[in-house]
């Protein structure tokens, strides 16, 4: 089955760190650019960050540059986000994306659940 | 990086034809044809319905269409079904492998 599977998600303080997982499966992982997308409640989706295919070449928001961090590593057909210096409006739920050729998301996993909290 | 402007909600009965709307800037929407649109039910992530504009992947319901004109691209649903009831959002491209997407439009079958 072609699919995207997060994990890492949890609650975590401000100030806080942490680090998601995206592992693809049935489909050749390497020849994709796979990028982050969080859905905060009430506000719609917001795009994070794109890592291309071999992790040469990345872009983030603004939101998150300087605070957050993508890699790759295709012997394991997984991506990462390394968030640091969390606040709370970094709560919301992390989707990881595989770009197409023509750059649109055309595979989603099913998310996983990031809450800011003290 | 401002999030594309969809409408919180529209509503339809079985069988009408529905129209959201995502607007943008000359920088993201008005500029590229790259607007992608999602559809998302609960508990699952997105699924691609609408990419490059107005092309359908294969798969996808014919009454799914998109369309762009400007700054604002469209996605209008013909022959509501109750199964159509979800949050769905745009997404452009927005120039140097950055993208931006939409703040989602819940759509109920009444």
């Known amino acids: 089955e072609v699919q995207l599977v997060e994990s890492g998600g949890g609650v975590v303080r401000p100030g806080g760190s942490l680090r998601l997982s995206c592992v693809g499966s049935?489909?050749?992982?390497?020849?994709?650019?796979i990028n982050w997308v969080r859905r905060i409640s009430g506000k719609g989706l917001e795009w994070l960050s794109n890592?291309?295919?071999?992790?040469?070449?990345?872009t983030y928001a603004d939101s998150v540059k300087g605070r957050f961090t993508i890699s790759r590593d295709n012997a394991k057909n997984s991506v990462y986000l390394q968030m640091n210096s969390l606040r709370a409006e970094d709560t919301a739920v992390y989707f990881c994306?595989?770009?197409?050729?023509?750059?649109?998301?055309?595979?989603w996993g099913q998310g996983t659940l990031v809450s800011v909290s003290s | 990086q401002s999030a594309l402007t969809q409408p919180a909600s529209v509503s339809g009965s079985p069988g009408q034809s529905i129209t959201i709307s995502c607007t943008g800037t000359s920088s993201d929407v008005g500029d590229y044809d790259f607007v992608s649109w999602y559809q998302e039910k609960p508990g699952k992530g997105p699924t691609m319905i609408i990419h490059e504009a107005n092309r359908r992947p294969s798969g996808v319901s014919n009454r799914f269409s998109g369309s762009k004109s400007g700054n604002t691209a469209s996605l209008t649903i013909s022959g509501l079904q109750a199964e159509d009831e979800a949050y769905y959002y745009c997404c452009s491209f927005a120039g140097s492998n950055t993208f931006v997407c939409g703040t989602g439009t819940k759509v109920f079958v009444l």
């Open positions: 994306a595989r770009r197409s050729t023509v750059g649109d998301f055309d595979l």
């Open positions: 049935g489909f050749k992982f390497d020849d994709y650019g």
């Open positions: 890592i291309n295919w071999h992790g040469g070449f990345i």
